[in-house]
């Protein structure tokens, strides 16, 4: 084989198993329960990018050319970019490789180690972390771009293993396609990351760190993230003095944000400052005030601000409320399973956790989705309990309740 056919496999291969979280096309899809675990990932985001990769070049141009020409060290320093805002420890190729020594912390400088010996892993685990932390899906055109990269050095490789004299010109078109999609991937996430630091990082989505392998779950529960006033110092310190500015203004935070680790185990309590659940004004039935919905959620914000504006969806597979409120009530069961004594708590004397959550959610949405919501979230309840007396982990968000 040609050594240009295989400059960018480690790309190729990580973009089509992994880290750029592609929608596999139906036929490739299982039917069973224990499908891959990169598509029960992608099935829980919602996130859309600020651009597209389409519009990257034109969005971001510097960082495009950057990308392009020396992929290695953008791909390092966007590293240490995204691990200062997530506030997790550097795991080699993002942590997806947890075998061999490859998921244990190492310093942040290995990065740079990484990048040069394998840019595409780099890039691709780059793009997993802002996807998975950040809670950001491809678009159609997203996937088609990132398919067609992934599969044409491929073709170009087989054709050479079945004796095919493939022409120079080809693969250097090729080798130009990879070239232009990594740098668009580089400006993505370049913007997506810079948009994050304006307006602040709480941690990743219950609903998509439940999907996660458990060492990635282990990399979460250590994170620092940057919180809004932290990122909002950041931004005005790389505003003022540069890199040198910004990383000033990290340290004058102590490294970490306004906003710590999430932690489940403050859920059921009042949230400092929270608000009872405020319906949109289209809503027209009477919403509860405060009880659960006030509480704090896994990523440290009021359940009522969480879901205030998400849309109620409703699993075709298993019948079950997803998202958002799916998660509120399987979190409002671990409450009840949790913290046997809440029925003399006069915040849920009247329908308790679940029914509060329930009836939030109704009041949420559309008139003609009540009935189904209402049915979805009793199945969810049920299954709930289900799981919580057979020790298993609740649907929705993989946690055990007991």
């Given at each position: 084989?040609?050594?240009?056919?295989l400059?960018?496999?480690?790309l190729?291969?990580?973009c089509?198993?992994?880290?750029t979280l592609?929608?596999?096309?139906?036929?490739?899809?299982?039917?069973?329960?224990?499908?891959?675990?990169?598509q029960?990932?992608?099935?829980?985001?919602s996130g859309?990018?600020?651009?597209?990769?389409?519009?990257?070049?034109?969005?971001?141009?510097?960082?495009f050319?950057?990308?392009?020409l020396?992929?290695?060290?953008m791909?390092?320093?966007?590293r240490?970019?995204i691990?200062d805002?997530?506030?997790?420890p550097?795991?080699?190729?993002?942590?997806?490789?947890p075998?061999?020594?490859l998921?244990?912390?190492?310093?942040?400088?290995?990065?740079?180690?990484?990048?040069?010996?394998?840019?595409?892993?780099?890039?691709?685990?780059?793009?997993?972390?802002?996807q998975?932390r950040?809670?950001?899906?491809?678009?159609?055109?997203?996937?088609?771009?990132l398919?067609v990269?992934c599969?044409?050095?491929?073709i170009v490789?087989?054709?050479?293993?079945?004796?095919?004299?493939?022409?120079?010109?080809?693969e250097?078109?090729?080798?130009c396609?990879?070239?232009?999609v990594?740098g668009c991937?580089?400006?993505?996430?370049?913007v997506?990351?810079?948009?994050?630091k304006?307006?602040?990082?709480?941690?990743?989505?219950p609903?998509?760190?439940?999907?996660l392998?458990?060492?990635?779950?282990q990399?979460?529960?250590?994170?620092?993230p940057m919180?809004?006033?932290?990122?909002?110092g950041?931004?005005?310190?790389?505003m003022?003095?540069?890199?040198?500015?910004?990383a000033?203004?990290?340290?004058?935070?102590?490294?970490?944000?306004a906003v710590?680790?999430?932690?489940?185990m403050?859920m059921?309590?009042m949230?400092?400052?929270?608000?009872?659940?405020?319906?949109?004004?289209?809503?027209?039935?009477?919403?509860?005030?405060?009880?659960f919905?006030?509480?704090?959620a896994?990523?440290g914000?009021?359940?009522?601000?969480?879901?205030?504006?998400?849309?109620?969806?409703?699993?075709?597979?298993?019948?079950?409320l997803?998202?958002?409120?799916?998660?509120?009530?399987a979190?409002?069961?671990v409450?009840?399973?949790?913290?046997?004594?809440?029925?003399?708590?006069?915040k849920?004397?009247?329908?308790?956790p679940?029914?509060?959550?329930?009836a939030?959610?109704?009041?949420?949405?559309?008139g003609?989705l009540?009935?189904?919501?209402?049915?979805?979230?009793?199945?969810l309840e049920l299954?709930c309990?289900?799981?919580?007396?057979?020790?298993?982990?609740?649907?929705?968000?993989?946690?055990?309740a007991?």
């Amino acid at each position: 084989l040609k050594p240009s056919s295989l400059k960018h496999c480690g790309l190729v291969w990580f973009c089509t198993h992994h880290s750029t979280l592609l929608s596999a096309p139906s036929f490739l899809r299982s039917p069973k329960a224990s499908m891959p675990l990169k598509q029960q990932v992608v099935d829980q985001l919602s996130g859309e990018w600020q651009v597209g990769l389409c519009e990257a070049p034109c969005s971001a141009p510097l960082s495009f050319c950057y990308g392009c020409l020396c992929s290695c060290c953008m791909a390092a320093q966007q590293r240490q970019q995204i691990l200062d805002v997530i506030g997790e420890p550097y795991v080699c190729c993002g942590g997806m490789f947890p075998c061999c020594g490859l998921d244990s912390p190492q310093d942040s400088s290995c990065a740079w180690v990484e990048a040069c010996c394998c840019p595409g892993l780099a890039v691709a685990a780059n793009r997993f972390l802002i996807q998975t932390r950040f809670d950001r899906q491809n678009t159609a055109c997203d996937d088609c771009i990132l398919w067609v990269a992934c599969l044409a050095p491929w073709i170009v490789c087989l054709c050479q293993c079945a004796g095919v004299d493939v022409p120079d010109e080809v693969e250097n078109c090729v080798d130009c396609l990879q070239m232009s999609v990594t740098g668009c991937m580089l400006a993505q996430q370049k913007v997506e990351i810079d948009y994050v630091k304006t307006t602040g990082f709480n941690g990743p989505p219950p609903c998509v760190v439940g999907m996660l392998p458990p060492a990635q779950q282990q990399m979460i529960s250590h994170a620092k993230p940057m919180g809004p006033v932290a990122a909002a110092g950041v931004a005005a310190g790389a505003m003022v003095g540069g890199a040198a500015g910004a990383a000033a203004m990290y340290g004058a935070h102590g490294g970490q944000g306004a906003v710590g680790t999430p932690q489940p185990m403050v859920m059921g309590h009042m949230a400092p400052g929270a608000e009872p659940y405020a319906p949109a004004q289209t809503v027209m039935a009477v919403q509860p005030m405060g009880g659960f919905m006030s509480t704090v959620a896994p990523n440290g914000m009021p359940w009522w601000q969480y879901c205030q504006g998400r849309p109620v969806s409703i699993d075709p597979a298993s019948g079950f409320l997803i998202g958002p409120w799916g998660e509120c009530l399987a979190w409002a069961k671990v409450f009840e399973i949790q913290s046997p004594g809440w029925q003399q708590d006069p915040k849920y004397a009247s329908d308790g956790p679940c029914g509060q959550v329930i009836a939030a959610a109704l009041a949420s949405c559309p008139g003609h989705l009540k009935g189904p919501t209402g049915q979805a979230a009793e199945r969810l309840e049920l299954a709930c309990e289900e799981a919580a007396f057979n020790a298993a982990p609740l649907p929705v968000i993989g946690q055990m309740a007991r």
